[in-house]
T-cell receptor, first 114, second 114 residues
Framework: AAGVIQSPRHLIKEKRETATLKCYPI?????VYWYQQGPGQDPQFLIS???????DKGSIPDRFSAQQFSDYHSELNMSSLELGDSALYFC?????????????FGQGTRLTVV | DQQVKQNSPSLSVQEGRISILNCDYT??????FLWYKKYPAEGPTFLIS?????DKNEDGRFTVFLNKSAKHLSLHIVPSQPGDSAVYFC?????????????FGTGTRLTVIP
C-alpha cells in the first residue's frame, strides 16, 4: 500500500538559506500534518492542513510557512535557516470525516543546517 | 509544557516476558490516544489506539489500557519479541475540540533481550 512520501530524505543547508520540504500524503487522505523532531526530543507539532486550508497551528516559527495544494500534497518552506532548525521533519496524513482515524507518518526529512 | 509524559526513557525485557510501557497526560480534553513505534531513521508507525469511551483495546500481542481518572495509559506487549525493540511514543489528541493534531510523549526505548 502507498505510504506518505517525503522528499528529500536528507538536506544540508547553510545558515540563512532557505529550504523546501515536500510531503505527498496517502491517496485520498485530505489532512496533512508537519512535525519537527530535534535530537533526543519528541516530535513537536508545527502545522496542519485540511482540504488545503490551515486547520491547526503549533510551534511553527514565523520564518516557516506551509501550504497544501489541490492534489493534497504539502510543502514546508523554511527561510533564514538557523543552526537550531537542524532536525527530522515528519509529515503525516490522515483521512478526516468523523471516526477515529490514525495519522500515518512518512519517513521524514533530515535537515542539517551548517 | 509537556502535556504527554513518558517517565521511563528506557526499558529492557527478556524475550517471552511482558513489556509494560506507561504514559501520563495532563490535558483533560484529550479523548483519543495512540501508540507509535519508531525505528531509527524511519517515521513513527501506528501501533494501536484507544478512544476515551473505552478502557481497553486489544490487538494481537498489544493491549492498551486507559485510566481516565488517573490520566494514565499503558501499552502491554505479551509475549515480547526481539523485533519489538524500538522507541515507543505515546500520543494524544483532543478530537472533541475539532483538532486532530497529536501531542507526543518523549518516548520509551524498549529493548527485548533474546
Amino acid at each position: 500500500a502507498a505510504g506518505v512520501i517525503q522528499s528529500p530524505r536528507h538536506l544540508i543547508k547553510e545558515k540563512r538559506e532557505t529550504a523546501t520540504l515536500k510531503c505527498y500524503p496517502i491517496p485520498r487522505h485530505d489532512t496533512v500534518y508537519w512535525y519537527q523532531q530535534g535530537p533526543g526530543q519528541d516530535p513537536q507539532f508545527l502545522i496542519s492542513f485540511y482540504e488545503k486550508m490551515q486547520s491547526d497551528k503549533g510551534s511553527i516559527p514565523d520564518r516557516f510557512s506551509a501550504q497544501q495544494f489541490s492534489d493534497y500534497h504539502s510543502e514546508l518552506n523554511m527561510s533564514s535557516l538557523e543552526l537550531g532548525d537542524s532536525a527530522l521533519y515528519f509529515c503525516a496524513s490522515s483521512l478526516s470525516g468523523g471516526g477515529n482515524t490514525e495519522a500515518f507518518f512518512g519517513q521524514g526529512t533530515r535537515l542539517t543546517v551548517v | 509544557d509537556q502535556q504527554v509524559k513518558q517517565n521511563s526513557p528506557s526499558l529492557s525485557v527478556q524475550e517471552g516476558r511482558i513489556s509494560i510501557l506507561n504514559c501520563d497526560y495532563t490535558n483533560s480534553m484529550f479523548d483519543y490516544f495512540l501508540w507509535y513505534k519508531k525505528y531509527p531513521a524511519e517515521g513513527p508507525t501506528f501501533l494501536i489506539s484507544i478512544s476515551s469511551i473505552k478502557d481497553k483495546n486489544e490487538d494481537g500481542r498489544f493491549t492498551v489500557f486507559l485510566n481516565k481518572s488517573a490520566k494514565h495509559l499503558s501499552l502491554h506487549i505479551v509475549p515480547s519479541q526481539p523485533g519489538d525493540s524500538a522507541v515507543y511514543f505515546c500520543a494524544a489528541s483532543a478530537r472533541r475540540t475539532g483538532a486532530n493534531n497529536l501531542f507526543f510523549g518523549t518516548g520509551t526505548r524498549l529493548t527485548v533481550i533474546p
